[in-house]
């Protein structure tokens, strides 16, 4: 092993995908000519030079006084951003084909979903009831997607090879073939002609609870679905979560499908656990890969001690 400076890995989002163990064992696969550490192993502070990291707890970064770069092993920062104490040093999240491809899959998987009547077909099969309903065409439908970045922009160029319209909004001007895209204040005007809405928005002060019955109340509702429908795999904050369960039971909204929550594990005693109209997912709309990301995160550590420059790199003025 050479005297090259630690790389800390403090990974706490306590599921499967994100066992420290497993995250370890890929690491070491790929950077071994560097020690990479777990917290309470008997590492010296000192010796970090990089931190590669989901969920660290507050506090856990900044006792790395030589620290260089931290990677976030995920595509959101809002945790980080959460920790007062977070060392200025260069931050970099995740943007790589393979979580781009797995988010689009959840988005295209559930925007079909609400498309097919896929909620009231399994209802169907459950009674015994051979009903089917007039099938429409996905022309009939806008997908109106709130964040056009990296997860954003794809999901909307593959949505639109199933051939629905589709709407988009951001923070700044946009111009992406086949989406009608809307900025800033013009979210009015994005809501009134959207129907089925994505939200792959980062959670920063700006978009917090920005889910939530007066966006819902905006929502196009002359499309053949009628209430138009949320999916979030954004972040929980981003959602008012007494105001779904209100819109979706006075019919302002027809079907939500979520993947994030306010507070994760979902609790048992949710109303979203057996609502009807709720398709319930466990934040895994697109999972990191411990074997992309450990090469990620290596690749741009041999550039960075290189002299070359970080991708992806974190405005943490704006929070994503
Ligand atoms: P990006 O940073 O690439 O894109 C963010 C988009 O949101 C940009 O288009 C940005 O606008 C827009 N945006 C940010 N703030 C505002 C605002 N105030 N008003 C309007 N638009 C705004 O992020 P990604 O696409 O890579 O990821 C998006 C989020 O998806 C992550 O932050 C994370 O929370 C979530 N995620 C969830 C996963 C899951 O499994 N559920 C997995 C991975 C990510 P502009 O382009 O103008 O900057
Ligand atoms: C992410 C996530 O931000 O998995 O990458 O939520």
Redesign the pocket.
């Known amino acids: 092993m050479s005297n090259k400076g630690a790389l800390a890995l403090l990974v706490h989002a306590g599921t499967e995908n994100w066992s420290p163990a497993r995250w370890k064992a890929r690491f070491d696969d790929v950077c071994r000519d560097r020690r990479v550490v777990l917290p309470d192993t008997g590492l010296d502070p000192a010796e970090v030079h990089y931190a590669a990291v989901w969920k660290p707890k507050p506090g856990e970064l900044a006792a790395f006084p030589n620290l260089r770069v931290i990677f976030n092993l ?5 945790a980080l951003m959460a920790d007062a104490s977070l060392p200025e040093v260069p931050l970099v ?3 790589v084909d393979d ?2 491809e ?2 689009t899959a ?1 988005v295209v998987l559930h925007v079909l979903m609400h498309h097919r009547q896929e909620l009231y077909l399994r209802q169907s099969q459950r009674e015994k009831r051979w009903a089917p309903k007039y099938q429409w065409p996905a022309g009939a439908i806008t997908v109106g997607i ?8 794809h999901a909307a160029s593959m949505l639109r090879q199933f051939g629905f319209r589709l709407t ?7 111009q992406i073939e086949g989406v009608k895209c809307f ?2 204040d013009q ?1 009015g005007a994005f809501l009134q002609a959207t129907n089925i809405l994505v939200c ?5 002060p ?2 917090r609870h ?1 889910l939530n019955r007066e966006l819902f109340l905006q929502l196009n509702r002359n499309s053949p679905l009628g209430a138009p429908v949320l999916i979030n ?3 929980g904050g981003l959602q008012n979560e007494a105001h779904i369960l209100q819109c979706l039971d006075d019919d302002t909204l027809g079907a939500a499908s979520l ?2 929550y306010q507070t994760e594990p979902l609790p048992a005693d949710s109303p979203f656990w057996s609502h009807p109209k709720v398709v319930v997912t466990p ?6 890969d411990a074997d992309e990301i450990s090469k990620y995160v290596v690749r741009q550590i041999e550039r960075f001690e290189a002299g070359g420059e970080l991708e992806n790199l974190v405005d943490c003025k ?3």
């Open positions: 995920g595509a959101g920062v809002d999240r995740v943007a979580l781009t797995r988010m959840y709130m964040g056009l970045g990296t997860l954003g922009a988009g909004w951001s923070r700044r001007p946009k900025h800033g979210l792959l928005l980062p959670l920063t700006d978009t920005i795999a954004g972040r993947d994030v934040h895994n709309a697109a999972d990191t704006l929070g994503y």
